[in-house]
C-alpha cells in the first residue's frame, strides 16, 4: 500500500511528464537491484524505454524499508543506485521517516521535488490516511 501511495503521488506531483515504476530493476555492479518505487524523465524514458533491468538508473528511486532489510543493505542500495545514476535516492524507513540521499549523501530535502516543500509532511499524511481502493488508483 505504501508503495502504491508514493507512487500515485509521484504521479500527481510530475503530472505528464515522465514515468512511475513500481519494482524498478536496475543492473547494477553487485547484480539486480530492484527500486521499490523509481521516476524516469521523458529523457529517460526515450532513451531506455522498457528495457529493463535498466543499465542506467532512473532519476529517482525509492526504497521501502521493511523488517529483513540491514541498514547495511539500505545503504549498499543506495551507493549503487547514486552509482548507476540516480539523482536521488529516497529511503522510508521502518518507523515511516523518509530521508533523501544526493549524490549518496544525505540532504536535507529533494532537488527533484523542490517545489514540493511540505514532502515530509506529505509522506506522514500517506501513512495516516486509508489505502487506496484499486478504483482510487486509476
Known sequence: AI??????VLKG???????????????????????DVAWASDTFVAAYANATPFRTAPELCIEI????????????????????GAHE???????????????????DRSKLVSRFA???RCATDIYQRPALSTSQRR
Open 3 to 8: 508503495q502504491a501511495d508514493l507512487a500515485a
Open 13 to 35: 506531483k510530475f503530472k505528464q511528464r515522465g514515468r512511475v515504476y513500481s519494482e524498478c530493476s536496475i543492473q547494477t555492479q553487485d547484480g539486480v537491484r530492484v527500486a
Open 65 to 84: 524499508v521493511s523488517p529483513s532489510n540491514s541498514k547495511a543493505a539500505i545503504a549498499q542500495k543506495v551507493q549503487l543506485y547514486t552509482r548507476q
Open 89 to 107: 535516492v529516497w529511503v522510508v524507513s521502518l518507523k515511516r521517516v523518509l530521508t533523501f540521499y544526493i549524490a549518496g549523501k544525505p540532504a
Open 118 to 120: 511540505l514532502w515530509r
